[in-house]
C-alpha cells in the first residue's frame, strides 16, 4: 500500500484550503539536481576530495609502483563518493518534501524534510524580490520582508538566500521556467497591493436633543 506523508493536506503544500476568492496561480519543486549543486555545495565537494586524491597520488607514485600508488588514493575517492551520494540523497528528500505555491494574494512555501513546516508571505508583506536565474532556465526567487519578523535560517535552509542570516530571505530555490514564475509573482503582488481595501465603520449614532418647556 503506498503512503503519502502529507495525504491530511485538504490540498497538496498548503496546511487549508484557500478563503473565498484566492487562486492558485502556479505550484512547484525545486529540482533536486540543481538544488545538490547549488545549495550543498556539490561541486565544491567533488573537487576537495578530487584535490586529495591526486595529492595522494603524486606524493606516493615516487615510492610505490603504480598500481599501490593507485590503491593509496582509493580511500578517498570512496569516501567522496559516500559524501556525495549523501548530499544527493538529502537534496532528493528536500525536494521532494518542499512544494511552493503562488496564489493571487500570497506566497506559501511548505518545505522541511525532518521537521515540516509551511511559511506564509502576503504580497503586503513582501518588501522586494530577487530573481537569481541560472542557466538552463532554472533559478531561485528570494523575498525581503517587512515588519520585525525573524526567520530561523536552519529551520528554513535550504530555501533560503545563502549567506543572508541576519535578515533571512525565504527563497523559492532551484525553480523551472524561474523568469515566468517572477514575473506571476511581479504580476500578482502588483495586483494586491492595489486592490482598494474596505474598511467596516460602525454606523454613527444620532443624538435627539429634547429641548425642556
Known amino acids: 500500500m503506498s503512503h503519502d506523508d502529507f495525504e491530511i493536506e485538504p490540498v497538496e503544500g498548503l496546511p487549508e484550503r484557500p478563503p473565498e476568492g484566492e487562486v492558485i496561480l502556479w505550484q512547484g519543486r525545486p529540482d533536486?539536481?540543481?538544488l545538490a549543486w547549488e545549495s550543498l555545495s556539490l561541486p565544491w565537494i567533488i573537487g576537495y576530495f578530487a584535490v586529495l586524491a591526486v595529492w595522494r597520488f603524486l606524493s606516493v607514485i615516487d615510492l610505490l609502483p603504480l598500481g599501490q600508488a593507485l590503491g593509496a588514493t582509493l580511500p578517498f575517492l570512496i569516501m567522496g563518493s559516500v559524501v556525495v551520494i549523501?548530499?544527493?540523497l538529502t537534496a532528493l528528500a528536500q525536494a521532494r518534501t518542499a512544494m511552493y505555491t503562488v496564489t493571487n494574494r500570497r506566497v506559501a512555501m511548505r518545505i522541511g524534510a525532518a521537521l515540516t513546516m509551511t511559511l506564509n508571505l502576503p504580497y503586503t508583506q513582501i518588501a522586494n524580490a530577487m530573481l537569481d536565474l541560472r542557466r538552463g532556465g532554472t533559478g531561485s526567487i528570494a523575498f525581503e520582508t517587512m515588519?520585525?519578523?525573524?526567520?530561523?535560517?536552519?529551520l528554513c535552509w535550504p530555501h533560503i538566500?545563502?549567506?543572508h542570516m541576519k535578515a533571512t530571505q525565504?527563497?523559492?530555490?532551484?525553480?523551472?521556467?524561474?523568469?515566468r514564475v517572477a514575473a506571476l509573482i511581479a504580476d500578482a503582488a502588483q495586483a494586491r497591493i492595489a486592490e482598494?481595501?474596505?474598511e467596516r465603520k460602525a454606523p454613527?449614532?444620532?443624538?435627539?436633543a429634547v429641548a425642556a418647556e
Open 170 to 179: 525565504p527563497a523559492l530555490r532551484c525553480i523551472p521556467d524561474a523568469e
Open 196 to 198: 482598494p481595501k474596505l
Open 86 to 88: 549523501l548530499l544527493v
Open 161 to 163: 538566500r545563502p549567506w
Open 147 to 154: 515588519g520585525a519578523t525573524r526567520l530561523s535560517y536552519l
Open 204 to 208: 454613527a449614532r444620532v443624538g435627539i
Open 32 to 34: 533536486w539536481w540543481q
